[in-house]
C-alpha cells in the first residue's frame, strides 16, 4: 500500500512593500531640492548680482556663502519642530519659509534686501536638510534604508542642476530682471512641495513617541518588506521609546519617565553623553566636517569662476560647463544610490575620498600651469582642470556626498535622533560658510591652484579619519546601530533589551 504523500513545505514569499517606502522617500527628499538649486542658482547669478549692484568680492563671497550659517536656525528648530509637529509637518513648514524667502530676494532692489531673503531662505533650508533625512531613515526598511536615505542628496544634486539650467536659461534677459527671475523662481519648488508631502504618512517612530500605536503599526505594514519585519520594527521602536511590550493598543500613554525631554536630550548627547554616545558624536561631527572641508561648494558655487581661471572667457561657454557639472553629478549619484546597500557605506567612502584627493591635486595642478602663463594658452592645462574638476564632482557624489547623510540618519539613539542630526547639519553648515565665504579672499592670498592643494591635504585626513573610526552599518536596523558603538541600554534610556527575534508575536490581520 502507497504512504499518504507528505504535503511539500511551501515558504511562503516575502511581501515587498520598497515601492511604498520609494514613493514616501522620494516626496519627502523633494524638500532638499531647495537647497541645491540656491547652490547651482548663485553660481551663475552672482556674475550678474556683482555687476548689477557692484558690490565687491568680500560682499559678494558672503552673500553666496551667508545662507549656509543663516540655516543652522532652521537646522536646531527643526529637531524641536519635528517632534513637536511630526516629520511631515515640517517639511510643509520648510517649503513655506523657503517661498518666502525667494520672493523676497526676486524683488530686492538693494544688498541689504538681498541679505534679508538670504536669511529668511536659509532657515528654510535649514529645516529642510535636517528632516528630510531623518523622515527617511525613520520610514526605510533596513534592507533599502541605504538606497532610500540617498534620496535627499540626489534631489540636492539634482537641484543644482536645475539651478545651473536656470542660470543658462535666463542670463540672456536685462541684467536688473536676469538675476532676479534666476533667484524669484525658486519659490516654485517650495509650492510643489508643500502640495505633494500633505499625502505623505507620518514617521512611524514619531507615532510611536506619541503613542499611536495603531497609526504606527500601519505605517510600518506598508513600507516592511513582511508582516513579520513590521511587528519586529514596532516592537524595537516601543523598547526604545520606554513602552512595555506587553502594551498594546490603538492609543497608548507613553511612560513620563521615559519623554524625551529637552533638557535630558541635551544632557544625553551634549553636555554628559557617555562614551559610547561622545563617540557616535565625533564620527557625525567628523563625516560632516570633512565633508564641506573638502571644498565642494568652492567648486559648486564658484564653478564659473574656476573654469575662467583655467582659460574659458564667454559667459555662454562658462554657464554651459557648469550645467555639464550639475549634469554629471546627478547622473553619478543615482549609481550611489544603488550601490549604498550593496557595496556598503564604509567602501564607498574610502573609494569616493581616494578619487577626490587625486582629482584635487590634478586640479591644482593644472590651474596653477595655467595661472603661470597669463598670456599664453596652455591647452593640456586647460583640459586638464576641467576633466579633474568634473572627476572630482563624480568622486565627491559616488560616496562622501549621499554616504555623510545615510550615515547620520542611521546610528544616533531614537531618544537624540533629531538634535544629533541637527547638530550634525550645524557642523556641516558652518563648515559649508566658512568654505565659500572664504574661497574668494584666499585664492588671492595662495592663489587658485594652491586653494585645491590645501583642499587635497583635508581630503587626505579624511580618508584617515574614515579608515580608523567609521564601521559598517550596512543591513542593520536603526534600533541595532547601538552596539556598533557600544551603547547599553541604559545609554540609549530604554526600558527593555530590543525584543529578540523569536520572541515576537504576529498580530492577527483582519
Known sequence: MASPAVPEVVEPKKKRNVKYAFTCAILASMASIIL?????????????IKKDLKITDVQLEILVGILNLYSLVGSFAAGRTSDWLGRRNTVIFAAGIFFAGAVIMGFAVNYGMLMAGRFVAGVGVGYA????????????????????????DLFINFGILVGYVSNYAFARLPLRLGWRVMLGIGAAPSVALAILVSRMPESPRWLVMKGRLADARAVLEKTSDTPE?????????????????????????VPKEKDAKEAEVWKELIFSPTPAMRRILLTVLGVHFF???????SVVLYSPRVFKSAGITDDDHLLGTTCAVGGIKTLVILVAVFLADRVGRRRLLLCSITGMTVSLI????????????????????SALSIASTLAFVSSFSIGLG???FVYTSEIFPLRVRALGYAVGIACNRITSGVISMTFLSLSKAITIGGCFFLYSGITTLAWVFYFTCL????????EEMGKLFGIQETDMGEAQDVVPKEKVVELPTN
Open 36 to 48: 541645491g538649486y540656491d547652490l547651482g542658482v548663485m553660481s551663475g547669478a552672482a556674475i550678474y
Open 129 to 152: 536638510i535636517m528632516i528630510a533625512p531623518v523622515y527617511t531613515a525613520e520610514i526605510s526598511p533596513a534592507s533599502a534604508r541605504g538606497f532610500l536615505t540617498s534620496f535627499p
Open 229 to 253: 519585519e513590521a511587528e519586529e520594527r514596532l516592537a524595537d521602536i516601543k523598547a526604545v521609546a520606554g513602552i512595555p511590550k506587553d502594551l498594546d493598543g490603538d492609543v497608548v500613554v
Open 291 to 297: 565633508q564641506q572641508a573638502s571644498g565642494i561648494d
Open 362 to 381: 590634478c586640479l591644482g595642478s593644472g590651474l596653477t600651469v595655467v595661472g603661470n602663463h597669463p598670456d599664453a594658452k596652455v591647452p593640456w592645462a
Open 402 to 404: 549621499p554616504i555623510t
Open 471 to 478: 564601521p559598517e552599518t550596512r543591513g542593520r536596523t536603526l
